[in-house]
């Protein structure tokens, strides 16, 4: 399938030519921070898959010490996708246009979440990492 994803402002647009998959939310404290949100929204994307549009060079890349990246519009804010060691890995659901065929599978490191925070029943719930046979 093809999916499309864009910022906020539009600036930026990719394009995925194939499936998104292992669908999760991070309610960890730093990915609160990193999506100004309540927890991530997250995919992930086979690299090769995927292909920025438009606005690449309006990108900003914010990389923590384990190669870990998050890769921001320079003009709205908004988090378009993760990299991991330069490559494209994952995107954000938030930014994701349409349908991309899946949906959130598991809520991970909810011992951690916020205290304002309601997470939704019926998805599986993890204190931290899920266990290593699901991924
Ligand atoms: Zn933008
Ligand atoms: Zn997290």
Redesign the pocket.
């Known amino acids: 399938m093809t999916i499309e994803g864009a910022?906020?402002?539009?600036?930026?647009r990719y394009r995925v030519d194939g499936q998104l998959t292992d669908a999760r939310s991070c309610h960890c404290s730093m990915c609160r921070k990193a999506f100004s949100a309540q927890a991530s929204a997250y995919a992930l994307v086979e690299p090769s898959e995927f292909t920025w549009l438009i606005g690449k060079e309006l990108l900003i890349t914010y990389e923590s010490k384990n190669g870990a990246g998050l890769q921001f519009?320079s003009?709205?804010g908004?988090t378009l996708c993760g990299t991991y060691n330069g490559k494209v890995h994952g995107v954000t659901l938030g930014c994701v246009e349409g349908d991309p065929g899946v949906k959130i599978g598991m809520h991970i490191f909810v011992g951690s979440k916020a205290p304002w925070e309601v997470i939704p029943e019926g998805v599986p719930q993890y204190e931290e990492e899920p266990p290593t046979n699901m991924d």
Do not use: P, R
């Not at 910022?7 to 930026?12: K, L, Q, Y």
């Open positions: 910022c906020f402002c539009g600036a930026v519009c003009i709205c908004s």
